[in-house]
T-cell receptor, first 110, second 112 residues
Framework: EDQVTQSPEALRLQEGESSSLNCSYT??????LFWYRQDPGKGPEFLFTLYSAGEEKEKERLKATLTKKESFLHITAPKPEDSATYLCAVQAEERQNFVFGPGTRLSVLP | DGGITQSPKYLFRKEGQNVTLSCEQN?????MYWYRQDPGQGLRLIYYSQIVNDFQKGDIAEGYSVSREKKESFPLTVTSAQKNPTAFYLC???????????FGAGSRLTVL
């Protein structure tokens, strides 16, 4: 059975304090690993897709990396507007659905 | 701009009533999904549809029903058989090749 866990459950950072969020997964053949950002009361928004171990993607203060068992979302010098819940999801090969983790709730304090 | 529209944003239901949540997309995506989100839990798949007039049950389909009569529309009915329907419901569509999901803004259902 495909599974996704995320840690920590919640993270509070001071503005400018860099950190990383973890997404651990087990899947029978990875088709893609996806990161989404979700603001309170809204739908998730797409950030990155990673397909194979060693791949990295960057966007502004965010960088996503992938190994065979986990993915990290690195946040460099975060700002208060980066506060949100970050969701990780995996899609297995030959599957049309996705398995989501519970998310990490990030708060960046000014 | 293309996107997904969910309505209503807030809905209150009495026990024993069926309610229908609307989901419309103008992205020309073939596949559409319904997820349920509860506090502290990941998104759980209710139903998905890869093509018009075809849909598959997800992990928590009991007490829910869907239809896919048009490519643009994928309504979800929460029936009185759903024992704990209070939740945040998200509709999404999937872009071919990239498999990226685009989500609607969600519908929050509260059972009184």
């Amino acid at each position: 059975e495909d599974q996704v866990t995320q840690s920590p459950e919640a993270l509070r950072l001071q503005e400018g304090e860099s950190s990383s969020l973890n997404c651990s997964y087990t899947v029978s053949g990875l088709r893609g690993l996806f990161w989404y950002r979700q603001d309170p009361g809204k739908g998730p928004e797409f950030l990155f897709t990673l397909y194979s171990a060693g791949e990295e993607k960057e966007k502004e203060r965010l960088k996503a990396t992938l190994t065979k068992k986990e993915s990290f979302l690195h946040i460099t010098a975060p700002k208060p507007e980066d506060s949100a819940t970050y969701l990780c999801a995996v899609q297995a090969e030959e599957r049309q659905n996705f398995v989501f983790g519970p998310g990490t709730r990030l708060s960046v304090l000014p | 701009d293309g996107g997904i529209t969910q309505s209503p944003k807030y809905l209150f239901r009495k026990e024993g009533q069926n309610v229908t949540l609307s989901c419309e997309q103008n992205l020309n995506h073939d596949a559409m999904y319904w997820y349920r989100q509860d506090p502290g839990q990941g998104l759980r798949l209710i139903y998905y549809s890869q093509i018009v007039n075809d849909f598959q049950k997800g992990d928590i389909a009991e007490g829910y029903s869907v239809s896919r009569e048009k490519k643009e529309s994928f309504p979800l009915t929460v029936t009185s058989a759903q024992k704990n329907p209070t939740a945040f419901y998200l509709c999404a569509s999937r872009k071919d090749r990239t498999n990226v999901l685009t989500f609607g803004a969600g519908s929050r259902l509260t059972v009184l």
